[in-house]
T-cell receptor, first 116, second 111 residues
Framework: KAGVTQTPRYLIKTRGQQVTLSCSPI?????VSWYQQTPGQGLQFLFE???????NKGNFPGRFSGRQFSNSRSEMNVSTLELGDSALYLC???????????????FGPGTRLLVL | QQPVQSPQAVILREGEDAVINCSSS?????VHWYRQKHGEAPIFLMI?????EQKGHDKISASFNEKKQQSSLYLTASQLSYSGTYFC????????????FGTGTKLQVIP
């Protein structure tokens, strides 16, 4: 099975711009979670989608949004970029049937975003 | 609330053992462990559910003490390939599908 893919892998933007990141889960997986990883804060949960519905959300401002399509692919959007948004953005997919994080989650390689 | 991992960093010689701890201030439903090598995505190691179970594969095992809201990851007879940053992720009881990760423990195994 192909793994989780994320595009683009690297991105450079300037403050105030917006960005859209894409995640294609493993075939058959219906749950996609997004995380922000920075050296100072570690891995922080952004949100999780299952069957096109946001099931849970972390503590990020409304500038961070996402959606999931009927084929389970997911996009994450960040509007009005700030310098502090520079990070590695990881998505993880899972079957989504188990309670919470009960099941194995498979991470993609991430998109490294640099905001100048 | 972010779980607290200790130690923050550890250097081992090949063949030595290590223990990484993960503590939460909240009642936990599950704990999961991941390893991330530099420039790579985190790789799943194992999930432990409340009930105080212990799991392991190869020379890596973990325990989960739900009363103490703690989990420990045990690496025995470490190999060079064990090097990386280890993260614990916790799911609190009642917190559906919301995982909070610790800040990580950087492990380096040297020859």
């Amino acid at each position: 099975k192909a793994g989780v893919t994320q595009t683009p892998r690297y991105l450079i933007k300037t403050r105030g711009q917006q960005v859209t990141l894409s995640c294609s889960p493993i075939s058959g997986h219906r749950s996609v979670s997004w995380y922000q990883q920075t050296p100072g804060q570690g891995l922080q949960f952004l949100f999780e989608y299952f069957s096109e519905t946001q099931r849970n959300k972390g503590n990020f401002p409304g500038r961070f949004s996402g959606r999931q399509f009927s084929n389970s692919r997911s996009e994450m959007n960040v509007s009005t970029l700030e310098l502090g948004d520079s990070a590695l953005y990881l998505c993880a997919s899972g079957p989504g049937q188990g309670r919470g994080f009960f099941e194995t989650q498979y991470f993609g390689p991430g998109t490294r975003l640099l905001v100048l | 609330q972010q779980p607290v991992q200790s130690p923050q960093a550890v250097i081992l010689r090949e063949g030595e053992d290590a223990v990484i701890n993960c503590s939460s201030s909240k009642a936990l439903y599950s704990v999961h462990w991941y390893r991330q090598k530099h420039g790579e995505a985190p790789i799943f190691l194992m999930i432990l559910l409340k009930g105080g179970e212990q799991k392991g594969h190869d020379k890596i095992s973990a325990s989960f003490n739900e009363k103490k809201q703690q989990s420990s990851l045990y690496l025995t007879a470490s190999q060079l390939s064990y090097s990386g940053t280890y993260f614990c992720g916790t799911e609190v009881s009642g917190g559906y599908q919301k995982v909070t990760f610790g800040t990580g423990t950087k492990l380096q195994v040297i020859p």
